[in-house]
C-alpha cells in the first residue's frame, strides 16, 4: 500500500475538456492536436472503485466535487484510501514580495485574485485564485508550453489567509 506521494509523480488524469476548442485556443493554435493528459504535480493518490490513481490538486477537485453534486453516495467507494499532500503547494509560491494585487481584484470565479497573470504581447491582465491559476499553468505545460514565456506572473499567493484544501472547498466554480 502506498503511504507517500514519490518525488516527480506527475498527475494521472485524463482532460477531456481540452478536447473542446474554446478550451484550448488561448494554449495552442490546432486544437486537434490539445494534448489531454495532465503532466502538472501530484498531491493525492486515491484508491477506491476507480482504481488506484496520482492526481494534482485540480483533478482531484473537480473529480470529488462532480461527484458530490451529482452522486454523493459513491465518493467514498471511489476514495477508500487516500494520501494527501495538498499543503505542499505551498512550496510552489513566490518567495519574492510584491503588493500589486488589491483586495478588489478578482479571480473570474469571484475568489479573491492572488496572481496576476500580465500577457507580454497584448498587455491583457488575468487575474486568478491560487487554484484557477494552477489549473491553467499547468494546461499550457501539458501543452508544451511555457506559461512564463507568454506571461509575466505576479505571484501573491503567500497573502491566502486559508489552506490550500480550504480554498478548494470553498471553490463555487471548478
Known sequence: M??????NQICEAFD???QFPEKTE???????KANTSCVAPAYVYIEGSRGKRFLCDYHYHAEKDMTLVRTPEQWPLIEKYIVEKLEDIQLTFSKERTDRIKDTDL?????KATTLSINKYSKKSLYHCNFHFRKMYFRFLSNNVLYDNDFKIID???KMNMSIKEEMEQLQIV
Open 156 to 158: 501573491e499567493r503567500y
Open 2 to 7: 502506498i503511504t507517500s506521494i514519490p518525488d
Open 26 to 32: 488561448n494554449i495552442i493554435k490546432n486544437h486537434l
Open 16 to 18: 477531456p475538456i481540452m
Open 107 to 111: 479571480c473570474w470565479c469571484n475568489k
